[in-house]
């Protein structure tokens, strides 16, 4: 049984940072963050594959910063320059090895967070 637990959400100003975590029971190849607004379909925001390669959806390019330790098998999202239309529920996701990250789209993933609410007002 896979369990993924996501901390660091919270309020923030706009302009203002966060960082969020999300530490796996286990060993995990692509991790990915989602998220998804009041109204809105789920959205990915960042993948990062085992080897530690990324890719980001346009609208948090040169904003947010998608990492991992696999030591502590954790995953991160940093958050800067938050903007309202950031506000959402944000949801950590995971594919067990050997599957790796999809390249240049963020695919489906079996395991999922319980997600953690970032607002931005």
């Known amino acids: 049984h896979v369990q993924l637990v996501e901390s660091g959400g919270g309020s923030v100003q706009p302009g203002g940072s966060l960082r969020l975590s999300c530490t796996s029971s286990?060993?995990?190849?692509?991790m990915a963050w989602f998220r998804q607004a009041p109204g809105k379909s789920r959205e990915g925001v960042a993948t990062?594959?085992?080897?530690?390669?990324?890719l980001y959806a346009d609208s948090v390019k040169g904003r947010f910063t998608i990492s991992r330790d696999n030591a502590k098998n954790t995953l991160y999202l940093e958050m800067n320059s938050l903007r309202p239309e950031d506000t959402a529920v944000y949801f950590c996701?995971?594919?067990?090895?050997?599957?790796?990250?999809?390249?240049?789209?963020?695919?489906?993933?079996?395991?999922w967070g319980q997600g953690t609410q970032v607002t931005v007002s």
């Open positions: 286990r060993s995990m190849s692509c």
């Open positions: 996701a995971a594919r067990p090895i050997p599957g790796g990250c999809m390249n240049g789209v963020f695919g489906s993933f079996p395991y």
């Open positions: 990062i594959s085992g080897g530690g390669n990324p």
